[in-house]
């Protein structure tokens, strides 16, 4: 039970952190720890299709996606 209380507080904290982050690119990669913390506590839960779609669609297609706009929007911000 402690490793339940102990993940939900991971994800509590990197929420918290990804809402109130004013850099684009930490605030994506506490998302992205958020997402792998979400997936950790449904594994622990012992749903393991759940954990594993968690971490190939949302860590693998919407945090890349995000991730690469930032960047891209970073490079037109900077060349203006």
Excluded: P
Excluded at 6 to 22: D, Y
Excluded at 44 to 49: C, D, M, S, V
Aim: proline share 0%; charged share 10%.
């Amino acid at each position: 039970m402690i490793i339940f209380y102990i993940l939900s507080l991971a994800a509590i904290v990197s929420a918290l952190l990804a809402a109130s982050s004013k850099n684009l690119l930490h605030s994506s990669l506490w998302l992205t720890f958020l997402v792998f913390d979400v997936a950790a506590i449904f594994f622990y839960l012992e749903n393991f299709f759940i954990s594993a779609i968690q971490i190939l669609v949302y860590a693998g297609a919407i945090i890349t996606l995000l991730l690469t706009s930032v960047m891209l929007s970073r490079r037109y911000q900077d060349a203006e």
